[in-house]
Nanobody, 122 residues
Framework: QVQLVESGGGLVQAGGSLRLSCAASGRTFTSYTMGWVRQAPGKEREFVAAISGSTYYADYVKGRFTISRDNAKNTMYLQMNSLKPEDTAVYYC??????????????????WGRGTQVTVSS
């Protein structure tokens, strides 16, 4: 129904920047909430940012990350600035095709990409 493919991950030094992209296909996502969720080795998945009619951010990325979407291209982006070693994780693009009361629940998203690795060196 919905396919999501992330790209743009890589290795960057602390303080650097990366821009992640998520290409959606199969079904339009213009009316769907989309988000970025990350998972570091041995840790649970954690919410990063989401976008619907508004944008939402986890406290630890506010002021550093910016989420956006280009509906014409069916693509969502995550601009990551001032990266820190603790940002190292696999970043997953996600969406949900039903209503949920909170964008912050990682379990509420029902479609996921395979992830892109972001590694921030110190």
């Amino acid at each position: 129904q919905v396919q999501l493919v992330e790209s743009g991950g890589g290795l960057v030094q602390a303080g650097g920047s990366l821009r992640l992209s998520c290409a959606a296909s199969g079904r339009t996502f213009t009316s769907y909430t989309m988000g970025w969720v990350r998972q570091a080795p041995g840790k649970e998945r954690e919410f990063v940012a989401a976008i619907s009619g508004s944008t939402y951010y986890a406290d630890y990325v506010k002021g550093r990350f910016t989420i956006s979407r280009d509906n014409a291209k069916n693509t969502m982006y995550l601009q990551m600035n001032s990266l820190k070693p603790e940002d190292t994780a696999v970043y997953y693009c996600s969406t949900r095709t039903y209503y949920s009361s909170s964008v912050y629940y990682t379990t509420s998203y029902n479609y996921w990409g395979r992830g892109t690795q972001v590694t921030v060196s110190s």
